[in-house]
T-cell receptor, first 114, second 115 residues
């Protein structure tokens, strides 16, 4: 199993550009989520999905879109990049065992917006 | 709402020293509690967890006990190694507020172990 994979590992954008961060998992997990990690703030939830065709907003959704057309893939779209979106982005997936469910994280994408 | 507070870092230790990282939480229900570790340049991985009061999670020499009376889940290791240098995150999931168990993270504590 490859687990959770993310591409690209690094990306530099100019303000106003758009891009898609890719995330895929091969563990048949129902639950997938996107976080951003900023110094001193831990991980904050951007969007999540509880299954194909179902998505919802997390704590910091503004400026990001998601969709979940398959169980395996959960791309994150930046519509018009801003310097405030400079961060490290992590995708995660898990089963939903109704308590104590471990989330499996990808290696992250480091995004810089100039 | 639910929240997690953990001690600020960085925490700098010598090899073989005792490590404690404090973590306290507030939650509506009876959450599951986790410690995740992030090694340099990598994603997070689960270190240990506890799903009910008085449970003790343990892994790789690390331990944490779920203390409902003090709403705490402090992480301890008796003798750290240089390879334990990482950022440690305390987290909770509360099925009383979210049926899918979304994780709420603390800010993370960087631990640096020197030879």
């Amino acid at each position: 199993n490859a687990g959770v994979t993310q591409t690209p590992k690094f990306q530099v954008l100019k303000t106003g550009q758009s891009m898609t961060l890719q995330c895929a998992q091969d563990m048949n997990h129902e639950y997938m989520s996107w976080y951003r990690q900023d110094p001193g703030m831990g991980l904050r939830l951007i969007h999540y999905s509880v299954g194909a065709g179902i998505t919802d907003q997390g704590e910091v959704p503004n400026g990001y879109n998601v969709s979940r057309s398959t169980t395996e893939d959960f791309p994150l779209r930046l519509l018009s990049a801003a310097p405030s979106q400079t961060s490290v982005y992590f995708c995660a997936s898990s089963y939903n065992d109704r308590g104590g469910n471990e989330q499996f994280f990808g290696p992250g994408t480091r995004l810089t917006v100039l | 709402g639910d929240s997690v507070t953990q001690m600020e870092g960085p925490v700098t230790l010598s090899e073989e020293a005792f490590l404690t990282i404090n973590c306290t939480y507030t939650a509506t229900g009876y959450p599951s509690l986790f410690w995740y570790v992030q090694y340099p340049g990598e994603g997070l991985q689960l270190l240990l967890k506890a799903t009910k009061a008085d449970d003790k999670g343990s892994n790789k020499g690390f331990e944490a006990t779920y203390r409902k009376e003090t709403t705490s889940f402090h992480l301890e290791k008796g003798s750290v190694q240089v390879s334990d240098s990482a950022v440690y995150f305390c987290a909770l999931s509360d099925l009383a507020t979210d049926s899918w168990g979304k994780l709420q993270f603390g800010a993370g504590t960087q631990v640096v172990v020197t030879p």
